[in-house]
């Protein structure tokens, strides 16, 4: 099992920025990708960005140059960071860890609102 936690979501408005973090413990040995989720009123949940264990990104095309996605080893912690912030980027954002299996953990979400 893999427990993943995330926060520092809030209301922000349009053109700031907010870091959002995901601690995650448990059984980590065999994951293999972590990553950002959102899912806006009335939308299906969507990738915002993720990385591998080995290497490598990947970000949805609306979040590009705007969010960086990283990773603190020793702290078992993932970030987001997102710049330059939307109204359209408010959602629940959601954290995924990936195991081997494969087997998707996830948080709880983190409320994301951005105003005009």
């Known amino acids: 099992q893999v427990q993943v936690v995330e926060s520092g979501g809030g209301l922000v408005q349009a053109g700031g920025s907010l870091r959002l973090s995901c601690a995650y413990s448990?059984?980590?040995?065999?994951?293999?990708?972590l990553g950002w989720y959102r899912q806006a009123p009335g939308e299906e949940r969507e990738l915002v960005a993720r990385m591998s264990i080995g290497g490598g990104e990947d970000y949805a095309d609306s979040v590009k140059g705007r969010f960086a996605i990283s990773r603190d080893r020793a702290k078992n912690t993932l970030y987001l960071q997102m710049n330059s912030l939307k109204p359209e980027d408010t959602a629940v954002y959601y954290c995924?860890?990936?195991?081997?299996?494969?087997?998707?953990?996830w948080g709880q979400g983190t409320q994301v609102t951005v105003s005009s």
């Open positions: 995924c860890v990936i195991s081997y299996g494969p087997t998707q953990y």
């Open positions: 448990g059984r980590l040995f065999d994951i293999f990708n």
